[in-house]
């Protein structure tokens, strides 16, 4: 079948959840067997999101191949469990980036260059996903970043109605809007909606099907006067009502029948609905668990989706415990070595969040002294395993002055410091160790068996059990002159990258976990396939607290 195309746009506010319903979307049709994926058009200049402090977007995901993303791409990854690769993340500045540095080349032969066409053309390249390096896929779900009326998402509106004409039925245009309910008049009003929909046709796009996100159940006269209102067929309005979890929204918009509504558009046949049976199953674990496992998040971003996928690993590892992970963030700016016992009672572990600069990382170190000489339960990430092995160097090596070459560069006792290849870069963007690598875990240790005990271990390790791939940002390292007195002392380095030699995950076997990854595991974590280090993480946990 020759490829199809569905572009989700959004329009009134932004935060709706098109991510969520992108993602549904690319759920539900992956279920009917289709081949699917699911790509990100941000219209901010930035390159990529990996300049970006994360109080502006977020966190940066980041996909196997080293690209820094939108978090959205982490719904798509969770949501359907694809591998994203650069080609599903681009942004204006992207574009832009392009066709200047072919102007320079002078690849436009003297042409004059303007948004439409060549600004344009190169959006409607990235959407086709033309030169296409990848597999075939059935259906390429563009999901357009920003509201409709934006100035800068203009030429990406212009590139689809443009698309639209000239693949006719082969693509479908999604259009999220915001129902408000007002109270005082106890009533749901889809004005809003009207007029988002006028834009988008007054820019020519017609759209075919709408998802109006609400807090309220919209009945079917209102569903009518929208489809009337807006041309689009009753079938083609479905409701986004709010969920407890975004995990219900893939069923709930089944049950509404978006994604027959959108096959029916295209004209493939739509057959029978899914059973969807093992994402039902999640479903129904996640309703059962019910009994609390507090756990603190020690970082400096007090921002929900600053730690998206860490929450989100901690959420289904959860449920996949049948507990119910409850999320605590601690500022790690405020935590002293005369309060950390407070701060942290109470819960029955602690992730230490990945960072980067000075801002926070004391805290960090004195949680991390605390839960060690306290045995609490430690997941230590990036950062948060430097911090760990720091706290391990002047506390139990007697190096009083240790600290990362990130934050003092002339400490004398450089724990962790820059990798040879980082000292010569001056550019921010792109630079860090970024993206999968290989590494091989020390048999017997607790790392190892966490990965040994995953359902699936085949999805997180290569070649055999003892090799896995995890995903990196950072261009700081444990220094290897060191690795010998941590072994001496207790912290063991049990994560090894066998091409550069670089330590990748250290522990201290005798405690309930402590754990240190240079790496991210919470970018793999999946719904149908949580992580297995969170897995093992949450489970002491939840021990500890029965
Ligand atoms: N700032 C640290 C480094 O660059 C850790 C980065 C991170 O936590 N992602 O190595």
């Known amino acids: ?27 539900l049709l992956q279920a009917r067997g289709f081949k ?149 008049a106890d009533e749901l009003k889809t004005k809003p909606t009207q007029h988002s929909v006028k834009e988008l046709q007054g820019m020519g796009i017609q759209p075919d099907i709408l998802v109006l996100r609400t807090e309220r159940h919209l009945d079917d006269s209102l569903r009518l006067k929208v489809a009337s209102f807006c041309n689009v067929d009753l079938e083609c309005v479905v409701q986004s009502e709010d969920m407890p979890s975004i995990y219900e929204v893939p069923v709930n918009m089944q049950h509404q029948g978006l994604d027959a509504a959108i096959l029916r558009k295209i004209g493939i046949p739509v057959g029978e609905t899914p059973s969807m049976k093992p994402w039902r199953d999640f479903l129904e674990k996640q309703r059962n668990a019910s009994r609390e496992v507090h756990i603190g998040l020690v970082g400096k971003y007090d921002l929900q989706d600053a730690y998206k996928s860490i929450r989100e690993s901690l959420n289904l590892a959860g449920i996949y415990n049948d507990v119910k992970a409850k999320i605590h963030f601690i500022n790690s700016e405020g935590i002293t070595p005369e309060n950390v016992a407070e701060q942290l009672s109470g819960m029955a572990g602690i992730i230490i969040c990945p960072g980067f600069g000075q801002r926070g990382i004391e805290g960090k170190i004195i949680a991390a002294e605390h839960t060690r000489t306290h045995d609490i339960p430690t ?71 966490a990965y040994t005990a995953a359902v699936d271990s085949s999805l997180f390790t290569l070649r055999s059990s003892l090799t896995i791939k995890e995903r990196h940002r950072h261009r700081y390292e444990f220094n290897n002159a060191y690795k010998e007195e941590y072994e001496q002392n207790g912290m063991k380095c049990v994560g090894i990258n066998p091409a550069a030699d670089l330590v990748e995950i250290i522990e201290i076997p005798e405690k309930k976990w402590y754990i240190g990854a240079q790496f991210h595991p919470e970018y793999s974590s999946t719904v149908l396939h949580p992580h297995p280090l969170f897995m093992s993480f949450v489970k002491t946990c939840a021990e500890q607290s029965e």
């Open 379 to 449: 997941f230590g990430i990036c950062l948060g395993m430097q911090m760990m092995v720091i706290e391990f160097a002047r506390n139990m090596l007697g190096y009083k002055d240790a600290n990362s070459a990130e934050m003092n560069h002339d400490t004398p006792h450089n724990v962790i410091d820059m990798m040879e290849e980082q000292k010569n870069i001056t550019q921010m963007g792109g630079t860090m160790r970024l993206g999968a690598y290989e590494c091989e875990l020390r048999e017997g240790s607790r790392a190892a068996e």
């Open 1 to 27: 079948m020759d490829t199809k195309y569905i572009f989700v746009t959004g329009g009134v506010v932004s935060s709706l959840g098109k991510g969520i319903i992108s993602a549904s979307i690319g759920k």
């Open 36 to 184: 699917v994926t699911i790509q990100k058009f941000d219209p901010y200049i930035n390159i990529d999101p990996g300049t970006l402090n994360p109080y502006e977007h977020g966190e940066c995901y980041v996909t196997e191949d080293g690209m820094e993303t939108d978090l959205d791409l982490g719904h798509y990854e969770r949501f359907t469990g694809i591998r994203t690769t650069r080609h599903n993340s681009i942004t204006t500045g992207r574009i832009y980036k392009t066709v200047i540095d072919r102007e320079r080349r002078g690849d436009y032969l003297g042409k004059t260059i303007q948004v439409v066409p060549h600004i344009t053309d190169e959006i409607k390249r990235r959407m086709l996903r033309v030169p296409s390096q990848e597999e075939a896929f059935d259906f390429v779900i563009t999901e357009v970043g920003g509201t409709i009326g934006d100035i800068e998402s203009a030429p990406f509106m212009e590139a689809i109605r443009q698309l639209r004409w000239q693949l006719g039925r082969d693509a479908v245009c999604v259009h999220l809007t915001y129902v408000p309910y007002l109270k005082a």
